[in-house]
């Protein structure tokens, strides 16, 4: 298959996904006390259980996965992933209690993997000249779809209640499925994969190559950093936006100013690391967003919030591509699948952590705190992979 073509059917399945996933999991709080009956007093509780069950199998089944992908097929294992999570999102639509939510969060952690399996297959039909670029446009998609989901997910909460919105991501993540079933092919190097099962696996494992460890460690944090607030955000939107009706929109809308901005920024990121250099991107947008976190979380009124959210979301979509590209550069064709299932192991393991962090922090210290510590981890590692990399080729 011609790569612009994979590019162009990547792109629409990453947008079904991503507008799936943002059009729900960022009103699940609501979605407890609207529909599952959880008091104000539990919800935040019952909030980070919800988050952090899916993330917890995920973590463990993700290189599962990768390597299965590496032997019997990248497109397979993208089937797979697209059904199993259609119909996990079909039951979040049916249960009727907070513990139904959380199995059916459990279920859709071990149906995972669909956003690694996009990657591998999109790094081995992209020409080497092209990687950044395809990367760029993947995330941009990916960011657009938090653009799309959010708003969708409010208009939906305020027409016909929350539940049709689960319903909606099913069939999207179906319809996900029958693209992969019938019209993507398997990338031709994945096929040789069961061939070379004789090669050492030691040459790519991360934890024998110093540069893959660290992106990993990088993935974690920032997916931690991204999700820190989730759990809490939407209260927080409530609470600036004082007595405001269609507050669920409103919330929407905000949430969807960063994937705006990523939307726009992420092909130039893409872009400017195949250029300049991926390490180079990588630094400058955890600085920009780990910069623009701390500035948002000074105001007390939710205008100056919203414009902060639309600036970090500037910076936000440049760290992931450049990570996926460090590891597409530096990993054989036939381990792509279990090393970008590995990086998204480490994302769930930051994505679980985030929200229970950003949970305690909040509690405790306070939800400003919140973006505080945020803020300057992404500083920190800023600061530590530049002094680390800045001398590699193409930083």
């Given at each position: 298959?011609?790569?612009?073509?994979?590019?162009?059917?990547?792109?629409?399945?990453?947008?079904?996904?991503?507008?799936?996933?943002?059009?729900l999991?960022?009103?699940?709080?609501?979605?407890?006390?609207?529909?599952?009956?959880?008091?104000?007093?539990?919800?935040?509780i019952?909030?980070?259980i919800v988050?952090?069950?899916s993330?917890?199998?995920?973590?463990?089944?993700?290189?599962?996965?990768?390597?299965?992908a590496?032997?019997?097929g990248?497109?397979i294992?993208?089937m797979r992933?697209?059904?199993?999570?259609?119909?996990?999102?079909?039951?979040?639509?049916i249960?009727?209690?907070?513990?139904?939510l959380?199995?059916m969060?459990?279920?859709?952690?071990?149906a995972?993997g669909?956003?690694p399996?996009d990657?591998a297959?999109?790094?081995l039909?992209?020409?080497?000249?092209?990687?950044?670029?395809?990367?760029?446009?993947?995330?941009?998609?990916?960011?657009?779809?938090?653009?799309?989901?959010?708003?969708?997910?409010g208009?939906?909460?305020?027409a016909?209640?929350?539940?049709y919105?689960?319903?909606?991501?099913?069939?999207?993540?179906?319809?996900?499925?029958?693209?992969?079933?019938?019209i993507?092919?398997e990338?031709?190097?994945a096929?040789?994969?069961?061939?070379?099962e004789?090669a050492?696996?030691?040459?790519?494992?991360?934890?024998?190559?110093?540069?893959?460890?660290n992106?990993?460690?990088?993935?974690?944090?920032?997916?931690?950093?991204?999700?820190?607030?989730?759990?809490?955000?939407?209260?927080?939107v409530?609470?600036?936006?004082?007595?405001m009706?269609?507050?669920?929109?409103?919330?929407?809308?905000?949430?969807?100013?960063g994937?705006?901005?990523?939307a726009?920024?992420?092909?130039?990121?893409?872009?400017?690391?195949?250029?300049?250099?991926?390490?180079?991107?990588?630094?400058?947008?955890m600085?920009?967003?780990?910069?623009?976190?701390?500035?948002?979380?000074?105001p007390?009124t939710?205008?100056?919030?919203?414009?902060m959210?639309?600036?970090?979301?500037?910076?936000?979509?440049?760290?992931?591509?450049?990570?996926?590209?460090v590891?597409?550069?530096?990993?054989?064709?036939?381990?792509?699948?279990?090393?970008?299932g590995?990086?998204?192991?480490?994302q769930?393991?930051?994505?679980?952590?985030?929200?229970?962090l950003?949970?305690?922090?909040?509690?405790?210290?306070?939800?400003?705190?919140?973006?505080?510590?945020?803020?300057?981890?992404?500083?920190?590692?800023?600061?530590?992979?530049?002094h680390?990399?800045?001398?590699?080729r193409?930083?």
């Amino acid at each position: 298959m011609n790569w612009k073509l994979v590019l162009a059917i990547l792109t629409c399945n990453i947008l079904f996904m991503s507008s799936s996933y943002t059009m729900l999991i960022p009103f699940l709080p609501m979605y407890l006390t609207m529909e599952l009956g959880v008091s104000e007093a539990d919800v935040n509780i019952w909030s980070g259980i919800v988050f952090s069950a899916s993330f917890l199998v995920s973590a463990i089944m993700a290189p599962i996965w990768g390597r299965m992908a590496d032997t019997k097929g990248k497109r397979i294992m993208a089937m797979r992933a697209s059904f199993l999570l259609s119909i996990s999102y079909f039951l979040g639509g049916i249960v009727e209690t907070p513990g139904q939510l959380t199995l059916m969060r459990l279920f859709q952690g071990f149906a995972s993997g669909l956003w690694p399996m996009d990657l591998a297959i999109m790094t081995l039909y992209a020409p080497p000249k092209k990687l950044g670029f395809c990367l760029g446009v993947m995330q941009g998609t990916l960011t657009a779809g938090g653009v799309v989901g959010p708003l969708l997910g409010g208009v939906l909460a305020e027409a016909v209640g929350m539940r049709y919105s689960f319903f909606l991501a099913a069939a999207a993540l179906f319809m996900n499925f029958l693209i992969f079933t019938f019209i993507i092919k398997e990338p031709p190097t994945a096929k040789k994969a069961a061939d070379q099962e004789t090669a050492p696996e030691e040459d790519v494992s991360p934890w024998r190559m110093p540069l893959l460890r660290n992106m990993l460690l990088c993935g974690t944090l920032v997916q931690m950093v991204i999700l820190i607030l989730q759990p809490v955000l939407t209260t927080y939107v409530a609470k600036l936006a004082g007595p405001m009706p269609n507050i669920v929109f409103v919330a929407g809308l905000v949430f969807s100013l960063g994937g705006i901005a990523g939307a726009m920024a992420a092909p130039f990121w893409g872009t400017f690391g195949q250029r300049r250099g991926f390490f180079r991107a990588m630094c400058l947008g955890m600085a920009g967003a780990g910069l623009s976190m701390i500035i948002q979380g000074i105001p007390d009124t939710l205008l100056p919030f919203a414009v902060m959210q639309f600036v970090g979301g500037l910076f936000f979509c440049g760290i992931h591509p450049s990570i996926n590209a460090v590891l597409a550069s530096n990993t054989p064709p036939s381990y792509k699948g279990r090393i970008f299932g590995m990086l998204f192991a480490a994302q769930q393991v930051g994505s679980m952590a985030g929200p229970l962090l950003g949970g305690l922090i909040a509690t405790y210290l306070g939800i400003h705190c919140v973006f505080a510590f945020s803020g300057l981890l992404l500083l920190c590692l800023s600061s530590a992979i530049w002094h680390r990399y800045r001398g590699q080729r193409g930083c």
